[in-house]
């Protein structure tokens, strides 16, 4: 009886070590000399609207297209750190999967190689493609997530090329957004608003940000 209550009891050690170690983590940190020596120069550079002293890395768990857990970084503005780490948490307990999350310097800040790559990535300081005007990316005030199954659609033309077979927005697959989900509430919920829901043909699936622009 001891050798069995023993073992039962060593059976529910290891299920609570296993819950443990899938649960969701997260943590806000400044920007360190090792981040800021990636950044300077590549995402961050003199003349962006805000400053490295006032953005913060974020690390946090997601699921991996293959279920698995993984932690992933992102740079977003100091007052928004709670507010993505409260909205990654309830993509995490919804299940959502994302392909990969890394920060943006690891290709060149260059948002073109970082989408076709599926990378979900927040802060990059550059402006709005085809205007001269700030992206809140450049502000750490926006996130795109997914970029291959979000594309962005405007007419026929649909960025990046690879998100073309998620244009249709009425399948449901693996890693794609849609008004009302999970992930929306979860960022409606910390006052973010989604480009899925912008008036007229334009769409950008992928991106989220505190003005829904």
């Known amino acids: 009886m001891r050798v069995f209550a023993a ?11 296993g819950l443990a170690q899938a649960a969701f983590r997260a943590s806000v940190k400044v920007i360190s000399a ?4 990636h950044m300077v120069g590549s995402s961050w550079h003199r003349g962006c609207p805000v400053a490295l002293r006032d953005l913060r890395l974020v ?5 991996r297209f293959d279920g698995t857990d993984h932690l992933g970084r992102l740079v977003v503005h100091r007052r928004q750190s709670p ?9 995490y307990d919804a299940g959502f999967r994302i392909r990969r999350m890394r920060l943006v310097d690891a290709y060149g800040a260059n948002d073109d190689r970082s989408m076709r790559h599926n990378n979900t990535s927040a802060f990059n300081c550059r402006v709005v493609a085809g205007t001269t005007s700030w992206s809140m990316h450049a502000y750490g005030r926006a996130i795109d997530i997914n970029p291959v199954q979000n594309p962005y659609v405007s007419g026929s033309h649909v960025s990046p090329a690879a998100g073309a ?5 009425d399948q449901w697959r693996r890693g794609m957004i849609h008004g009302g989900d ?5 960022f409606s919920s910390v006052g973010w608003g989604w480009a899925g829901y912008w008036a007229g043909s334009t769409k950008d699936y992928q991106h989220f940000s505190t003005n829904g622009h």
Do not use: E
């Open 59 to 63: 690390t946090v768990t997601f699921h």
């Open 34 to 37: 090792d981040v800021r020596a």
């Open 182 to 186: 999970a992930v929306v509430r979860a």
């Open 7 to 17: 073992s039962a009891a060593l059976t529910t050690l290891l299920a609570c070590a």
């Open 165 to 169: 077979p998620y244009a249709d927005r």
């Open 83 to 91: 507010h993505m780490v409260a909205a990654m948490h309830k993509i």
